[in-house]
């Protein structure tokens, strides 16, 4: 009699691991490759430090990893399979007595263990970590802005402002002959001199105001060539923070953004039928389908593994990357259909597991029947493309 944590178990849950941490690091590694140009845009032009950047990428992988994980067990079990029928120990346990059905306790807690870690990223991790990238951004942000404000020299980091102090002071902040060309205007072009000023800052509205004193405004209009002058005791001068980071951190949050309980709430005041209460209610579906969808890619990688005659790693790859691109494009095209109202929420998130973990189970049942895999043939195209090229 065979305990659940019997040697084959643990055999075939250590060497799933392997693959699977290995996978998890290089679409890590893709996904920071991808992000290299704005790390070094940010390091550059915006002179933002490398720890406030690789924080800000750290709260946004979990978004990226609710992806990857669900495809990295599916490999995992596959590659683990693969090798195993390569290496004719699947033929050895069903030499030994053994059904396949045995391969399932191990590769079905692996798959869960898979399910409740995305299941975790996609109830708290992708709201936390957006509400934390966010906050970090607006630091980033304010603290950008300081940066950028250097004495006796031009600063152009907002956009159609270039802006010119000529002193700080260093214990209170204020600003001494401040020397600023406003462009944002298509009609008028402003030339601000002041001989003092501050910043008063509304952090919650990634807005700053540039309070000039006692100064003047030299106005051009570019229609005729007309110039105005404006003498004045006060100025303010609104900097937008969103000019200096890409993303604005403090907008509404998307549904994608919030947490079950927050998008329960959403709902509640929503317009049933409506195309944003369509829209949320997909995504409250979404962030407990794509767990699941571990265990329905685990499933069918069992009758893939051992189904097939080739161990080759690569097959295992394109084989995993093809389905996995398969229920992706089922996601997608449920998600449109989802929020015109032509297919309901529900059945849009929960119809791609459905495919592909009942195919799994009936691939595992022609496997324990000894039926040829429908999958068997694609092994041998490519030597049979060899020869035909080698005649002509």
């Known amino acids: 009699m065979t305990t659940p944590f019997s040697i084959l178990n643990r055999y075939l849950f250590r060497e799933m691991l392997a693959p699977f941490f290995i996978n998890i690091s290089f679409f890590t590694f893709i996904f920071l490759m991808k992000q290299l140009l704005e790390i070094t845009d940010m390091v550059v032009n915006h002179k933002v430090g490398l720890a406030p950047v690789f924080l800000l990428l750290a709260y946004t992988m979990p978004y990226f990893l609710q992806f990857v994980i669900p495809m990295s067990v599916m490999m995992a079990v596959l590659l683990t399979l693969l090798r195993m029928s390569g290496d004719n120990e699947i033929l050895a346990l069903k030499a030994g007595g053994l059904s396949l059905y045995r391969l399932l306790p191990p590769v079905l807690f692996f798959s869960l263990l898979g399910t409740l870690v995305t299941g975790y990223i996609t109830v708290v991790g992708i709201p936390s970590g957006f509400e934390r990238f966010k906050q970090l951004l607006l630091d980033v942000a304010t603290s950008n802005l300081n940066v950028s404000l250097k004495e006796q020299t031009f600063n152009d980091s907002f956009q159609g402002i270039t802006l010119y102090i000529n002193k700080i002071d260093p214990h209170d902040g204020e600003l001494k002959n401040v020397l600023i060309e406003d462009r ?41 060539q007309s110039t105005h002058t404006i003498r004045f005791e006060t100025y303010d001068i609104r900097l937008d923070l969103k000019d200096l980071l890409p993303a604005a951190p403090n907008a509404p949050k998307r549904p994608q953004e919030m947490s079950p309980s927050q998008l329960a709430d959403h709902l509640a005041k929503m317009e049933k039928g409506s195309s944003e209460y369509l829209k949320a209610l997909m995504h409250w579906h979404r962030k407990f389908s794509i767990p699941v969808a571990c265990l329905a890619m685990g499933l069918l990688a069992v009758p893939l593994g051992i189904g097939s005659r080739n161990s080759n790693k690569a097959y295992g790859i394109a084989l995993c990357l093809a389905f996995f691109l398969l229920y992706y494009l089922l996601l997608s095209a449920g998600s449109a259909f989802g929020e015109n109202g032509l297919y309901p929420p529900m059945l849009a998130m929960w119809v791609p597991n459905a495919l592909l973990g009942g195919f799994g189970i009936y691939l595992l049942l022609r496997a324990v029947k000894e039926k040829p895999s429908l999958f068997s043939g694609m092994c041998n195209i490519s030597p049979f493309v060899a020869k035909w090229f080698k005649k002509k």
């Open 184 to 224: 944002r205007n298509e009609k008028t072009q402003n030339t601000v001199v002041a001989r003092s000023g501050v910043l008063v800052g509304e952090p919650e509205k990634m807005v700053y105001h540039l309070r000039l004193y006692n100064g003047m405004i030299n106005r051009l209009s570019m229609e005729d």
